[in-house]
């Protein structure tokens, strides 16, 4: 059974935005879906769904990103192939559009997982991926909030750095063959110290996916979802609960919360292509849609 999953960002999305994040998520969904419908592979599903992601300055992923402590942008991006196990990704990525290309470059053809700073932006240059002017990923609204934040030349207190998450963008599908695909793109967390890493590009944490068993994004507050290995956290439930996606979901958050006390959510495809998700969040933007069903769910 073909399906797609899509998720953008679990935060607390403030009321204005909520009509954008719902028309991000509707349109990388049908971007993906039109590419399973037509016999389209389910990783050509997955980098076209985020690409359209990472193309809406809306999200917290390619253009719309949070800058860092330097007034930078760094992207981190992961893919994972449940099929052959293969996964690529990119972290603290500059000049660049897409890092979700370039992971799935990774992916297809280095022998290595992950490539992080000027050895990732070298890889995508090698490969023919176009450089990108660094003002051309700032949008406005980031600019002014980093400017806020840091009133002149003075650091943000920590309080003030945490009072803002439009975290990872995620995609997950099930192709015509039945290969399940996971991926995952963001500009990670505002005003982040130069050289942070979040659970996005980290296979395991942001991402997974195993035909055997399903595929998970995740997004939400790094750190912790990094700490409890929270896409395997859902996989391994998924296994061991007869491939109940939505439990397998629920039950990731649960341990985020109870072990480190943290906010996130996921969504999950099983190996029959049925769909599942989960957030502590006040809110998370996704959508979703199977051979089953008649219409999409889209949703915050």
Not at 140 to 168: H, I, Q
Not at 204 to 209: C, E, H, L, R, T
Not at 215 to 223: I, K, L, P, T, Y
Not at 251 to 273: E, M, S
């Amino acid at each position: 059974m073909i399906s797609i999953a899509v998720q953008g960002g679990a935060w607390d999305i403030p009321d204005e935005m909520v009509d954008a994040h719902l028309h991000g998520v509707r349109q990388a969904l049908k971007k993906g879906w039109e590419v399973l419908k037509k016999g389209g592979s389910a990783v050509d599903a997955v980098e076209s769904a985020i690409m359209i992601l990472e193309d809406d300055p809306t999200f917290n992923a390619g253009y719309g990103s949070v800058m860092n402590a330097l007034g930078h942008i760094e992207l981190d991006a992961g893919i994972m192939n449940g099929k052959t196990l293969r996964a690529g990704a990119v972290a603290c990525l500059q000049n660049f559009l897409h890092p979700i290309s370039i992971a799935r470059k990774i992916m297809e053809e280095s022998e290595h997982i992950l490539l992080a700073g000027v050895g990732a932006a070298r890889f995508a240059r090698e490969h023919g991926f176009k450089v990108c002017p660094a003002d051309t990923l700032v949008v406005s609204r980031e600019l002014e909030r980093w400017k806020v934040l840091y009133a002149g030349n003075s650091a943000p207190s920590e309080k003030k750095s945490m009072e803002y998450y439009g975290d990872t963008v995620g995609v997950v599908a099930m192709d015509k063959k039945g290969v399940i695909v996971a991926g995952t793109s963001t500009g990670g967390t505002p005003h982040k110290y130069p050289g942070r890493i979040g659970d996005s590009p980290l296979i395991g944490s942001g991402v997974y996916a195993d035909n055997d068993v399903g595929g998970v994004s995740a997004s939400g507050w790094g750190e912790g979802i990094i700490t409890i290995v929270m896409a395997k956290a859902v996989i391994d439930s998924m296994a061991c609960n007869g491939g109940n996606p939505d439990a397998a979901a629920k039950h990731g958050i649960g341990i985020l919360k109870k072990k480190v006390k943290g906010t996130g959510g996921v969504i999950a495809i099983n190996r029959k292509g049925e769909v599942g998700l989960a957030f502590s969040t006040p809110r998370m933007a996704h959508a979703y849609i199977t051979a089953k069903m008649k219409k999409p769910v889209v949703a915050i």
